[in-house]
């Protein structure tokens, strides 16, 4: 699994500003049966790519085995499975 590394300059103010901006797409899809906000799925889809995946699968991949230190940045918490 590849982390992602620190960004020095990078503080947690700038990070919801961008995440502020990703919610602006539109989300094309229906209402129904959608389990997760847009904004979530592009920004770790930007961070899995960042991190060098190079598919689609690897993309899924490193979504399901990121750091917990990513997930907290972006807001996200953890499904819990029955």
């Known amino acids: 699994m590849t982390i992602l590394r620190e960004c020095p300059g990078a503080v947690p103010e700038e990070i919801a500003g961008r995440l502020e901006r990703v919610a602006e797409v539109p989300d094309p899809r229906e209402p129904r049966g959608v389990r997760h906000v847009l ?37 996200v918490r953890p499904i819990r499975c029955p």
Do not use: F
Not at 46 to 62: I, K, M, P, Q, Y
């Open 39 to 75: 904004v979530v799925v592009l920004a770790l889809t930007a961070c899995a790519v960042l991190a060098g995946t190079t598919s689609l699968l690897a993309v899924g991949e490193w979504i399901t085995d990121a750091p917990p230190s990513v997930l907290e940045r972006l807001g």
